[in-house]
């Protein structure tokens, strides 16, 4: 059975490192916590689970953080969470299982990270991250902000997932901070750092020069095919807010230069022909979203709505403004059997039934 080391680096987590470690406690063979400069009782805390707790001098450089916690690992393989993580009671026996089974040629196990989470507290946000790396030279992170060990050698992808579950929030600025400091010292920054930089700079609503910057990304022939898909959902939506509709369809629908068309993106063209009143056109659209296949392995970010639940919505929406209301009732019963708690479905059962469509 291999051997794995937690790795993690914190700062002021008083409020969630507890939570987090107790989560996989006896689970993991050992504990490094690397602190970056905090204040609070986060040292305190984390000396309760491990003696291998270390101070380390902030860079405004993430990878090299996990890097210098990953250099203090013994075990055969490293794994990383944030202090505001967990493992769910659901994922435990799963999670000692596949460490009981793991074949030891594996090199990286690719688990679930789910960061968003419906009204009923199921996912509605999610991707794979490496999350147990092979304790070995080769594999360190890379990029000061949103960094990543690129995936390679022996890779299994299992169904565990680790939940993001944020009690406050942080600063809202350090990433984008970091870099426009990179920038200003005269750091370039690389196909993927420059796709999230355009992200940060929509986050913060600064949207012509997000879109000058996400423009630019998707000109480059270098960068990940899902970052590029993702890039032209938010510079479709930067464009939005800046009031050029046209520019945001033409946008979207630029995506699909780079590959297959993802619901995620259907969803958003159908919403675009929903508002503008152009109902068959965007059924169309939902009727594509329910047709792709979801691909949770692709390496890009996973709506799991858009594949059922939200086109089934909208397309209850559409029948009902076309005049069909008993097509528009099938949708939402449909939509009603992925989500029986949503407020959206219980809202239009009940006008369905005022209207007796049967």
Known sequence: MPTISLCMIVKNEEMHIARCLDSVAGLVDEII???????????????????????????DDFSDARNYSFSKASMEYCMWMDADDILEE????????????LLSDVDIVMMKYNTSFDEAGK??????????????????????????????????????????KKINAGDPDRNLNIYRKMLEEGKELDPRQRYYYGRE????????????????????????????????????????????????????????????????????????FLEHGNYHIAVYWYETALSRPKNECSGGFVLPDCYDYVPLLQLCVCFDKLGDRMKAKEYNERAGACKPYSRAYLYNKQYFDSLQVS
């Not at 946000?125 to 690129?150: C, T």
Request: glycine share 4%.
């Open 123 to 164: 996912p509605s946000f999610s991707y794979f991250r490496e999350r147990w790396i092979r304790n070995d030279s080769q594999y360190r992170w890379l990029g000061a902000v949103h960094e990543i060990i690129p995936p390679s050698g022996n890779i299994v992808y299992s169904d565990i997932a680790i939940s993001h």
């Open 201 to 272: 700079l929509y986050y913060h609503k600064q949207y012509e020069e997000a879109v000058s910057v996400l423009e630019q990304f998707l000109l480059l022939s270098e960068g990940w095919i899902e970052n590029k898909i993702e890039a032209c959902s938010v510079c479709a939506d930067c464009y939005s807010c800046l009031g050029q509709e046209q520019s945001a369809l033409n946008t979207l629908l630029r995506s699909m230069s780079f590959d297959l068309p993802r619901a995620e993106i259907c969803c958003e063209i159908g919403k675009y």
């Open 33 to 59: 916590v690397v602190d970056t400069g905090s204040v609070d009782c986060t040292v305190e805390i984390a000396s309760n689970y491990t003696e291998k707790v270390y101070s380390y001098l902030w860079k």
């Open 90 to 101: 659901t994922e435990k026996d799963k999670f000692l299982q596949l460490k009981q089974t």
